[in-house]
């Protein structure tokens, strides 16, 4: 004999008058439980049921399933409100808070958030791009040829997995077929220049900030990983001047409450031409000489110059009707003079009463 009457009857009773979340769970095992619950057991004795009072006597249970649970869930939300309210009498409000410990974002990234900034202003886009490349993108096709020195592995870290030395499944790049490059961490973010334009096409103003690595001996003014941040800008007549002007209006918004100078010199990078370095005066000696400027007075800052025309055939773009200027920012020298740090190993010690202080 099925009675669903009952079943309702009880286990509404049972359900209100429990006191406890654990109380309430177990009253609801009893009822609701997959295996052995009341409800269940009910389903089971269907089955011994005459056709006609399956169909009346189904749909009551699943009612009566529904039925339970609401009272279940109701009750659940009461016991908690009341568990609430307790808590709250003994909350005593005049008891000083926890402290919490505020983070603060590095001095490196706080300057790069600036430049960002500035230069999103100026009309760039920014692109990241990845710190593991390859040989092809890091050298071959920014014009520099297989013997040059900054291929030596004295400044550039290879990845040894053998595996990986041959990258034609890494480069879906159909500009080129990249046959026998090996992987390194990139040394330079002007990797930038070529694998951005591989989407895009003149006019492009873009920035590309990141980590670079070079394996060399450290000092106050060398780090093995350090970071940079190129940017280029293609279109038609685009001239030396453009290049310096914008060097200087970002120097000028950047720095806008230090006094610092700035000069322009020439420079070889295979990539450009002309091109230029670009130093900034020594805050840290009054230009006399110091350490960190290894005595000139200058500290070097960043590579620029006109963009190589085989390195726009490279990016794709047709240099008879196209000119382009490239810069790389050393942020770290940057954020040093920014920030008056006269040690670049400081900005990676990872010790928080340095850089709690910024
Ligand atoms: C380059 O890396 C070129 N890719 C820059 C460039 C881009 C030139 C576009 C032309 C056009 P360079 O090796 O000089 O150039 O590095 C650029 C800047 O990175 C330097 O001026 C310096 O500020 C910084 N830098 C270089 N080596 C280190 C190092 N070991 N530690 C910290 N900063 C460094």
Not at 20 to 27: N, S, Y
Not at 133 to 155: G, M, V
Not at 170 to 199: E, F, P, W
Not at 201 to 226: L, N
Request: with cysteine; aromatic share 10%; charged share 30%.
């Amino acid at each position: 004999m099925i009675d669903i009457k009952k079943l309702n009857q009880d286990s509404e009773n049972e359900i209100k008058s429990v006191k406890t979340a654990d109380e309430l769970f177990v009253v609801e095992k009893k009822y609701l439980a997959r295996g052995d619950g009341e409800v269940v057991k009910l389903l089971r004795q269907l089955k011994d049921l005459p056709v006609e009072e399956k169909r009346k006597i189904g749909p009551e249970i699943q009612e009566l399933k529904k039925y339970i649970e609401d009272l279940v869930n109701r009750r659940r939300s009461e016991l908690a409100d009341e568990a609430q309210k307790e808590s709250e009498k003994y909350f005593d409000r005049s008891l000083p808070g926890k402290p919490v410990g505020r983070g603060t974002a590095h001095p490196i990234s706080q300057f790069m958030d600036r430049a960002e900034d500035i230069f999103t202003r100026l009309g760039f886009e920014t692109v990241d791009e990845r710190e593991v490349d390859n040989e092809f993108y890091n050298f071959d096709a920014l014009n520099t040829p297989k013997d040059h020195p900054a291929r030596d592995i004295q400044d550039t870290y290879y990845v040894m997995n053998p595996e990986s030395w041959s990258l034609k499944h890494q480069s879906n790049d159909t500009r080129y077929k990249i046959q026998d490059t090996r992987l390194l961490l990139r040394t330079h973010t002007s990797t930038a220049q070529i694998r951005a334009m591989k989407d895009r096409k003149p006019p492009v103003r873009i920035i590309s900030p990141g980590r670079v690595f070079r394996h060399e001996a450290t000092d106050a003014s060398h780090e093995t990983t350090f970071n940079q941040l190129e940017g280029f800008v293609v279109d038609k007549n685009i001239r030396v001047s453009d290049l310096i002007g914008t060097i200087k209006e970002f120097f000028a918004r950047m720095y806008y409450d230090k006094d610092i100078k700035l000069r322009v010199r020439p420079h070889f990078f295979p990539f450009v031409e002309p091109g230029m370095e670009i130093d900034i005066s020594c805050i840290f000696c009054n230009q006399k000489g110091c350490s960190v400027c290894k005595h000139s007075g200058w500290l070097e800052s960043a590579g620029s110059g006109m963009i190589h025309p085989e390195v726009l055939n490279n990016m794709g773009v047709d240099p008879k009707i196209y000119s382009g200027f490239a810069f790389g920012f050393g942020i770290d020298r940057m954020v040093m003079v920014y920030y008056g740090i006269d040690d670049i190993r400081l900005l990676y010690s990872g010790d928080l009463r340095f850089i709690k202080q910024f």
